[in-house]
């Protein structure tokens, strides 16, 4: 067979072996265009992860040794995180920071702030914008700065369910061509280079998504994981909590109140979560790992994968969750 390849996720076909990627049967090799977890995720909305590590320093050797490459790395506008620096520091050469999903971010969560944080946190540049592959918000402004930038290859990077493949899909529709690479929320669904020649002067290159071993992904079970990444603006709940009271939500975590005053939790994260208000005599979720903070400035609380919450009030937090990894904080961004 030749080197035929899934449109989808850049994975070689083959017809060998069902559990690994590019896996296609024999009898519809010659007519795929997918390798079969592609054509489900596309067609059926069936996940399934492939077992395939990822190497990411792999990817930026590979990257940095192009002498004609630029980077376009995405980030998850509800994870941004200092962390991210040092991946971003790893490229050589000239990077574009694209904080994506800028439909799902409240009203209250002004893109001017976005975009502090990140040069002030982040990376310090320029080249930064927040950008709505869904509401086509900034996409056509950034294609016009690359091919002015005179870009002649532009690999996307970035973390998984930062919104790669939805962007560069919807760069190929702006183009006048077929979306075609493959869309989920889940690790690995890119699972090697896609190159797409957009014309005469640029090509951009899809990439496997980064893991983040410290992600919400890694802790529970992908098709739920799916279910709780917000498709649309998100409805900011906020509760006052009072001494000895907690906000439960799902299994994954409970935040505690355990200063004397009130305080104001404010949950930036998708609707689909429940939500469950109780009182500190209910053990629920104490058995899992947990972690107090002081509160002495307002304070966003980083869920890793699911989003923040926002602390307004001067105060003592406590926190249980599935692992201490998965959280993080950083000075307000509102």
Do not use: W
């Not at 449109?7 to 007519?31: A, P």
């Not at 947990?290 to 890793?304: A, F, G, L």
């Amino acid at each position: 067979m030749n080197d035929k390849k899934c449109i989808g996720c850049g994975s070689i076909l083959q017809t060998d072996n069902v559990n690994k990627e590019g896996f296609v049967r024999s009898n519809v090799y010659d007519k795929s265009l997918y390798c079969e977890r592609c054509f489900k995720i596309k067609h059926y909305g069936e996940y399934s992860v492939l077992d395939k590590k990822i190497d990411t320093d792999g990817i930026i050797r590979n990257i940095n040794s192009d002498e004609y490459s630029c980077v376009a790395f995405l980030i998850d506008a509800l994870n941004l995180n200092e962390n991210l620096r040092k991946y971003i520091n790893k490229f050589r050469s000239r990077k574009y920071i694209l904080i994506t999903k800028k439909d799902i971010l409240p009203k209250s969560l002004k893109e001017k702030k976005i975009i502090e944080y990140v040069r002030n946190n982040i990376f310090d540049t320029d080249n930064v914008m927040c950008i709505s592959s869904v509401k086509n918000y900034n996409i056509d402004a950034f294609l016009n700065k690359i091919r002015k930038d005179n870009v002649r290859r532009l690999y996307i990077v970035g973390f998984t369910n930062s919104g790669k493949s939805t962007f560069i899909n919807h760069i190929l529709t702006s183009n006048l061509m077929s979306p075609v690479i493959t869309t989920s929320s889940i690790p690995n669904t890119t699972a090697s280079y896609i190159t797409i020649k957009l014309d005469n002067k640029l090509t951009i290159v899809d990439t496997p998504g980064f893991i983040d071993k410290d992600a919400i992904y890694n802790f529970i079970d992908y098709k739920k994981v799916v279910k709780l990444y917000p498709k649309k603006e998100i409805k900011v709940k906020t509760f006052q909590v009072r001494n000895g009271y907690s906000i439960v939500i799902n299994d994954i975590l409970r935040i505690e109140n355990i200063s004397e005053k009130s305080n104001s939790f404010s949950f930036y994260m998708s609707d689909k979560l429940r939500y469950e208000k109780i009182k500190a005599k209910n053990d629920k979720l104490r058995i899992l790992p947990s972690v107090s903070y002081e509160i002495t400035e307002p304070t966003d609380i980083i869920i890793n994968g699911l989003g923040f919450i926002r602390i307004t009030k001067v105060g003592s937090i406590k926190i249980h969750i599935l692992d201490l990894k998965l959280v993080t904080k950083r000075k307000s961004m509102i």
